[in-house]
């Protein structure tokens, strides 16, 4: 992935959690103040099969959704390298999708059933419908593939009953107070079998705060989940180039898998 010089999210100071995303009216701006709007950009992520999956990113979104972050490239990796056991013929629930890469890398590999959503936006909703009616590489699986707003912790709706053998989070755990929301969706979305599982993976973009990241499997294990580390890659450049801390870190992908007690 190439690197940018923008800086990552929430990179105040270090007692700085901004647990601000907790509430919806925290992504909104002054009253009266005019953003100029950007303009879409495109990015690309290569397949192993060495076919390339071209995503329209938003222009601008509070939600970071306008990035290709680098979990999201790890997770789509892996889920090819795992094709068979996680994904072929398997129903797939994507949170926080931004672009929706895994979930449409899903779909190219034979998922059931996958289902892409993000919070509610109707600019990150709308892209992530362009994105799977552009996705070249689906061909003839675009019908089994949909997109739909949706807030962690909410009920499920009638696209996600009765639940799904493999739920995907990628680079959504840097807010915190979103922790036992996500939790509380995975409870619901998670079809209770052995082979059903929850991908969890990020990066430390705040390195001084990797506990409170980590800190999300520690609940997630008194919740009764079983929670393996399946992954930890560095990548070859940091995301954010003008961020402080660890740069290690900063380059480090970690992956975590949560599975039912079965």
């Not at 929670?227 to 961020?243: A, G, I, Q, T």
């Amino acid at each position: 992935m190439a690197t940018t010089n923008m800086k990552g999210p929430y990179v105040g100071s270090e007692d700085d959690d901004v647990e601000a995303l907790a509430d919806v009216a925290m992504f909104q701006e002054p009253e009266g103040y005019f953003r100029p709007e950007k303009s879409p950009t495109f990015a690309e992520h290569v397949l192993l099969t060495g076919e390339k999956v071209r995503l329209r990113l938003v222009g601008h979104n509070p939600l970071w959704g306008h990035l290709l972050w680098n979990a999201v490239h790890l997770i789509s990796e892996y889920l090819q390298k795992n094709a068979e056991s996680l994904v072929l013929g398997k129903d797939v629930l994507e949170l926080g999708a931004g672009a929706g890469l895994p979930g449409l890398v899903s779909a190219i590999l034979g998922a059931k059933k996958v289902l892409i959503t993000d919070y509610p936006d109707d600019d990150l909703i709308k892209n992530l419908w362009y994105n799977i009616q552009h996705c070249k590489a689906l061909v003839s699986h675009k019908n089994h593939v949909s997109a739909q707003g949706y807030l962690w912790g909410a009920p499920m709706s009638i696209a996600m009953s009765p639940g799904f053998d493999l739920l995907i989070l990628a680079d959504l755990l840097f807010n915190h107070s979103e922790h036992k929301k996500l939790l509380s969706t995975i409870r619901t979305t998670l079809r209770r079998n052995s082979a059903s599982t929850a991908l969890v993976f990020f990066t430390p973009y705040r390195p001084w705060l990797l506990e409170k990241d980590l800190n999300f499997f520690e609940l997630a294990k008194q919740d009764g989940f079983i929670v393996d580390k399946v992954l930890e890659h560095v990548m070859e450049k940091v995301m954010f180039e003008e961020d402080r801390g660890d740069e290690l870190l900063r380059r480090t992908v970690f992956g975590y898998a949560l599975r039912w007690p079965i």
